[in-house]
């Protein structure tokens, strides 16, 4: 398939517009389906990875994929996580 965008702020909408109808086709992200859960009137995390680098981002997006939220720690501090 190929298609010619424009330049500039019209260009870039139309890439926003396509990566939405490709998210849109993929079913990303996949909508929750696991019951909210509390304990003693708190919310309770479904899954919790520990480390954000490389292997904890990929294991996060697959679980997405799926439908299932997780929360990512890290020790880093922000925007300095993984081997990056």
Avoid: K
């Avoid at 304990?39 to 799926?66: F, N």
């Avoid at 439908?67 to 300095?80: C, K």
């Amino acid at each position: 398939m190929s298609f010619s965008l424009p330049l500039g702020a019209a260009g870039l909408a139309a890439l926003e517009d396509r990566l939405r109808h490709d998210l849109l086709t993929l079913n990303w992200r996949a909508r929750a389906w696991l019951p909210p859960r509390t304990h003693e009137g708190q919310p309770v995390t479904d899954v919790l990875i520990i480390g954000a680098g490389q292997a904890g981002l990929a294991a996060s997006m697959a679980l997405a994929q799926q439908g299932i939220a997780a929360v990512l720690l890290d020790r880093a501090p922000a925007d300095y996580e993984g081997p990056w």
